[in-house]
């Protein structure tokens, strides 16, 4: 056996039935009794418009023709169905919460069939969609917002206004905000723990052992100690964060520095040698000290983690579908915007830190630009024509780690930067 | 409207057929598809914005729109395919979704190599049984003229089709020893990589070696073949629609045979790259004096080149893939049916269908992903409108069976995790 006979109507099917489906779907029907009385009824209730459609029960895929109409009530739009094969029966009432209803897609080009969904009772198919949307609007439907975006223009243009500019607070503060609120749930032996596998893994690649004499990383550790036990209270964001802070000299990367989360700042042969040869004092060193010590108090690396974590995992989710590139990208044109940011905070703690210890920021800045000049140098040497120096393009800015140094470098000389509170 | 669209009529045949013992007229539907391009790129952009302003968690309501689109266009002998899926359930299987992914996120980011290990354990054997509960959620969120698929394979059978999985483990688990078997040193460097600095000579590779090897991919290869036809063919055998069940007739060697097509395509992508890379580095040495006063530039250039090679992967296995992807959609929609009520004809071409392919890739390129809904829709529309249903009697004989609405919902949400895609 293939099929199992319509439960509904055991033998054969009246022709009736077949007569009317074959109909097509428009049209006016020829009044037949069922039609009339469904149509007086309708009067009844405020002249509600009836309109043809196929009724598939859920139990056969054979189609029982029925009229429908909608009525309005305070939930909402509510669909009345009147069998028309059944002499006599009652319409059936689905209030507006039992209905699953069809989303309208285009209001200019309906489609050429809609289907509404009533769960466990079937579904019913209509064919005049025009129709159908004019009665549902009629009928009071509410529409929602993403069907208001779907077939309105003004609608769309301001929810994307709208994602823009929040999206931009978002990122441009909330993630920040967040970032810096959840840090305070990462305990320090976390961050050593992390700090120590990736110094192991820099020392198995491009960091090799100091060469300075042993005297002179004393002197440098000694001005560190002295540095770290300035601290200012005041200036710490983290209440009970206490790192252990400790100096270590490697060679490599070129004149740098930098800080590890839990404490750990790391201070290149390249810089000090690169002071020397500018003449500087130490004290240029001592607030480049500063602002890695900066970087440890407030967090930086550990907020970093959070941050990118954030932006992956929401520019994945809301732009992955546009493209890779367009989410990846949105990801690391924001992370370097953080980055830079975390620049000028590490600045600004390294200019209240050497005020307080007494000591001047401008050897600093000076030490900051003679770097970048050597950088400039020597990509000059490798162009072999010089000529115009060349002025920072704002896209190049945008892709940079950290903000300008001419302008970090004046700050410096200065002792005062705009953007410190 | 044409004569495709009106099979409402059809109806008025219904009285004919009852019975199979009377010789029966077969009517064709070809599948429709009366969507367009323009008004899912609507569709698509509401999602988008929709789905930034929610910082992503409209990610489940996104996907039932999707969804509901494409059925609701898509035309079964003149009767739109319905997604009824529960919206609340797809919301839950979201959020489970979202703190599994964050749980495992945690635990490697924390180091915890056992919570790791544990949670990529979980995943490898639960993973027939995220398949089988996608399928069921698939199958029974689509309803066509009231009536609800469903997908009945019980566990047992869905981990018994899944043998493949456990036989590719046992493969790998026999070349690793083999190795280390074949060559006394291998095992040495094995031994020694978890100490500190020791930096033995690396081990010689042997004939016996390769051909070891050789074997373990040839059996890989082949239990994925054997995985996708058993997977398709359950999927198939168990389906229902109402009270009739699927009938499949492809046999293994099909699946082979189309893989086989697939690769010699991929060998033929591969030349024709080669020949191509080989003109343009003859140009761009020409060109090399040029670039050495350059300087800058240098380094700009080798970070396009490592960009463009990732691109040029993704590029030259992209007809392969879609030759395959056409091949198999060929295969098994012009080889499965509805017991003995109907069945599937297909005449996709698979050149075409590359081609389409292609075009669609430079254009999603070249507009940053803005093209990629016209893309989503052409394919589809291809791929369904070469699709005709052939029906023994009348499309209104199908009787169904009572069905509740379906429980998943995180078959769904992890289905799309494993990339799974609810269309296509």
Request: proline share 6%; with cysteine; hydrophobic share 45%.
């Amino acid at each position: 056996m293939t099929h199992a006979p319509p439960p509904q109507t055991s033998g054969p099917p009246s022709p009736v039935d077949a007569v009317e489906l074959a109909l097509p779907g428009h049209g006016r029907r020829p009044p037949s009794r069922e039609a009339r009385e469904g149509g007086s009824r309708a009067a009844a209730q405020g002249d509600v418009p009836f309109l043809q459609a196929r009724w598939f029960d859920g139990l056969s895929s054979k189609p029982r023709p029925v009229l429908v109409g909608l009525r309005a009530t305070p939930q909402g739009p509510s669909l009345v169905l009147h069998p028309l094969s059944q002499p006599g029966a009652e319409p059936a009432v689905f209030t507006c919460r039992q209905v699953g209803w069809p989303e309208a897609w285009n209001e200019r080009r309906p489609q050429p069939r809609v289907v509404v969904d009533l769960r466990d009772h079937g579904s019913v198919e209509i064919d005049a969609v025009a129709e159908w949307r004019a009665a549902l609007a009629a009928a009071g439907e509410r529409p929602g917002i993403a069907q208001r975006m779907q077939t309105r223009w003004p609608v769309l243009l301001g929810v994307l206004a709208a994602a823009a500019i929040g999206l931009t607070l978002f990122y441009r503060y909330g993630t920040p905000w967040a970032a810096t609120q959840l840090a305070r749930f990462v305990p320090l032996q976390w961050e050593t723990s992390v700090a120590e596998n990736v110094l192991a893994q820099m020392d198995h690649g491009t960091l090799k052992p100091s060469e300075l004499p042993k005297v002179r990383q004393a002197q440098l550790k000694a001005r560190f100690d002295a540095l770290a036990q300035q601290a200012p209270p005041d200036l710490q964001r983290y209440a009970g964060y206490h790192p252990v802070l400790t100096l270590e000299f490697r060679k490599g990367m070129g004149a740098n520095a930098f800080a590890l989360p839990g404490g750990k700042v790391v201070m290149t042969d390249g810089i000090v040698l690169a002071a020397a040869e500018k003449g500087l004092p130490d004290d240029a060193l001592v607030g480049v000290l500063a602002h890695e010590i900066g970087h440890v108090v407030y967090r930086h690396s550990t907020r970093m983690v959070v941050e990118q974590g954030v932006l992956n995992m929401g520019l994945g989710l809301a732009l992955g579908d546009v493209s890779g590139i367009v989410s990846t990208g949105a990801s690391v044109l924001t992370g370097l915007a953080y980055s830079r940011s975390h620049e000028r905070e590490a600045d600004c703690y390294a200019i209240a830190l050497m005020r307080r210890a007494a000591l001047p920021t401008a050897p600093m800045g000076r030490l900051l630009l003679a770097i970048a000049h050597d950088e400039d140098e020597k990509e000059k040497k490798e162009k072999q024509q010089g000529g115009s120096k060349a002025e920072p393009h704002p896209v190049w800015s945008l892709l940079s780690s950290h903000p300008d140094t001419v302008r970090r470098a004046q700050e410096l000389e200065q002792g005062h930067a705009p953007h410190c509170s | 409207m044409d004569a495709q669209t009106s099979p409402a009529p059809a109806g008025a045949r219904a009285h004919k057929v009852r019975s199979s013992f009377v010789s029966q007229d077969i009517e064709s539907y070809p599948l429709r598809f009366t969507g367009s391009g323009g008004e899912y790129f609507r569709v698509w952009i509401v999602n988008v914005l929709l789905s930034i302003v929610t910082l992503g968690l409209y990610t489940p309501w996104a996907r039932r729109r999707t969804a509901q689109y494409f059925y609701g266009q898509t035309l079964v002998a003149g009767s739109p395919l319905e997604f009824t899926a529960q919206q609340r359930r797809m919301v839950m299987g979201f959020v489970l979704l979202m703190l599994i992914t964050l749980a495992y996120n945690i635990a490697a980011n924390t180091g915890q190599d056992t919570a790791v290990g544990l949670l990529l354990l979980a995943g490898a054997v639960l993973s027939p049984y995220i398949w089988a509960s996608a399928m069921r959620f698939r199958l029974g969120a689509t309803r066509w003229r009231g009536l609800r698929l469903q997908f009945t394979a019980s566990w047992k059978e869905v981990y018994t089709a899944s043998w493949p999985v456990f036989a590719l483990a046992l493969v790998w688990f026999g070349v690793f020893y083999g190795m280390q078997m074949l060559s006394p040193e291998l095992a040495q460097v094995l031994e020694s990589a978890g100490e500190e600095g020791a930096k033995p000579a690396p081990p010689r590779f042997t004939p016996a070696m390769g051909g070891l090897l050789a074997l373990g991919l040839v059996l890989t290869v082949l239990c994925i073949i054997r995985l996708e036809y058993n997977y398709k063919g359950l999927l198939v055998l168990r389906a229902q629609v109402g009270a009739e069940r699927g009938r499949w007739k492809p046999v293994y060697m099909d699946f082979v045979k189309v893989w086989l097509a697939t690769l010699l395509v991929f060998v033929l992508t591969l030349i024709v790259f080669a020949l191509a890379a080989a003109l343009l580095v003859g140009g761009t040495s020409a060109l090399l004096p040029q670039l050495k006063q350059m300087g800058l530039f240098i380094v700009l250039l080798i970070l396009f080149a490592a960009v463009f090679g990732l691109l040029l992967i993704v590029a030259a296995t992209a007809p392969a893939r879609a030759y395959r992807e056409a091949r198999m959609f060929r295969l098994v929609w012009d080889n499965v049916g509805v017991s003995q009520v109907a069945r599937f004809k297909c005449h996709l071409r698979p050149g075409a269908y590359v081609w389409l392919r292609i075009k669609n890739m430079l254009l999603t390129l070249v507009t940053l992903g803005l093209y990629r809904p016209f893309a989503r829709v052409s394919e589809y529309r291809m791929k369904l409108e070469s699709v005709t249903l052939h029906v023994k009697g009348s499309v209104d004989q199908v009787a169904g069976v009572l069905v509740k609405q379906q429980q998943g919902g995180l078959g769904d949400a992890l289905a799309d995790a494993v990339g799974l895609d609810l269309i296509g």
